[in-house]
C-alpha cells in the first residue's frame, strides 16, 4: 500500500492540496489559483509555486477537476460511459512538464445519447471514494452544478447535471428577481414552503418571475427571496431527477458534500419520501484519491 502522496483538487476558482506521508495528512495547502484564476500565470508555474514547500519529498501527486480540461494544464480525455469505476485507474494522463514530480492527472466521464450529453470533471474522484464507504446505486453531488450519478455495482451507468447552484446565483445576482431586494436571511420556513411548490411544479420556468412579483406585491418577505428560490429550484430538482431514475426509498441515495449545503437537499429528498446516507465531499475525494494511488504502477 502506498502511503505518501500528494492529492490536488483543481477545480475552476480553487486549487487545494494535500501532503500524506506515510498514511497521514501532514500538511494543506489553499489557493485561488483555480484553472480560471491563475493571474497571467501558466498551470506550471501555479503548480511549481504552490508544491515549492513539499519539493524535497519524492512522492507522487494526482490530480483531479478542471486542471484535465480545455481550459486547464492539459486537455485529458474524458472515459466515455458506461464504464467501471476501476477503468479510471487505467487511464490517467502523465504530466511530463510536473518534474520533479511524477504527476497524472485523472480523466472525467463523459455521457453521450440521443437524450443525454454530459461531462464530469473532479466528481469521478468522489465517486471512486463514495463507492468504496458509502455504496448505492444512485448517488446525488450537490454544488453549482448538481450531478446525479447511476450506477450498477461499480459501473457507472448514466449521470445527469442540473444547474441549481448556477441558475439560482444568476437569478439572484444578474436578474429583475434580485433587484429592489433588502439583505437576505435565512428563514427555514420559507424554504420548505418554495422546495414543496418546486418540487409539484411541472414548468418550473414559469414560477420564475413570479418570485419577484410575489416580493413586489407583499407575498413575499424581500430578505426571504433567496430562500424562497433555493427551496423552489432544489424541490425541481430532486422531483426531475427522481422521476429520471425512479428512486424511491427502498434503496438509500448516497448524498455527497458539504453539510452547509447537504442539508437543504436532505429536507428535498424527505419531502419526496427518499432515504440516504451521507458521505461529506472531502472525505470521498481523499477516499478516492488513496484507491487510485494504491493501483498506480510507476
Not at 210 to 222: F, I, M, N, P, Y
Request: net charge negative.
Amino acid at each position: 500500500m502506498r502511503e505518501s502522496y500528494i492529492a490536488i483538487d483543481w477545480g475552476s476558482t480553487n486549487l487545494r492540496a494535500w501532503l500524506y506521508l506515510n498514511g497521514e495528512c501532514i500538511d494543506h495547502l489553499e489557493s485561488e489559483a483555480g484553472v480560471t484564476r491563475l493571474n497571467g500565470r501558466t498551470p506550471e508555474q501555479v503548480f511549481r509555486d504552490t508544491l515549492l514547500p513539499w519539493q524535497a519529498h519524492q512522492v507522487p501527486v494526482l490530480m483531479a477537476g478542471m486542471v484535465g480540461s480545455n481550459a486547464g494544464w492539459m486537455t485529458v480525455p474524458y472515459l466515455p460511459c458506461p464504464t467501471r469505476l476501476t477503468d479510471l485507474f487505467k487511464q490517467l494522463t502523465r504530466v511530463e512538464q510536473a518534474t520533479p514530480f511524477n504527476a497524472w492527472i485523472i480523466p472525467g466521464l463523459s455521457v453521450v445519447n440521443a437524450d443525454n450529453c454530459n461531462v464530469i470533471r473532479g466528481e469521478e474522484t468522489q465517486l471512486i471514494g463514495a463507492y468504496t464507504e458509502c455504496p448505492a446505486s444512485l448517488y446525488l453531488m450537490p454544488g453549482t452544478h448538481s450531478k446525479w450519478v447511476q450506477m450498477d455495482g461499480s459501473e457507472i451507468v448514466d449521470f445527469r447535471t442540473v444547474m441549481t447552484g448556477e441558475l439560482h446565483h444568476l437569478l439572484m445576482q444578474q436578474s429583475l428577481i434580485g433587484i429592489g431586494l433588502t439583505e437576505q436571511q435565512a428563514n427555514p420556513a420559507v424554504f420548505q414552503q418554495g422546495l414543496e411548490s418546486g418540487f409539484k411544479e411541472t414548468n418550473i420556468i414559469r414560477r420564475l418571475f413570479e418570485t419577484r412579483a410575489a416580493h413586489v406585491l407583499g407575498q413575499l418577505d424581500k430578505s426571504a427571496v433567496s430562500e424562497w428560490l433555493s427551496g423552489l429550484l432544489i424541490g425541481n430538482e430532486v422531483a426531475q431527477m427522481q422521476r429520471q431514475y425512479c428512486a424511491t426509498g427502498d434503496k438509500p441515495i448516497t448524498l455527497i458534500g458539504s453539510p452547509k449545503l447537504t442539508v437543504r437537499y436532505q429536507q428535498a429528498l424527505k419531502f419526496a419520501g427518499l432515504t440516504w446516507q451521507t458521505l461529506e465531499g472531502d472525505r470521498a475525494f481523499q477516499a478516492g484519491i488513496r484507491s487510485i494511488i494504491n493501483e498506480l504502477d510507476y
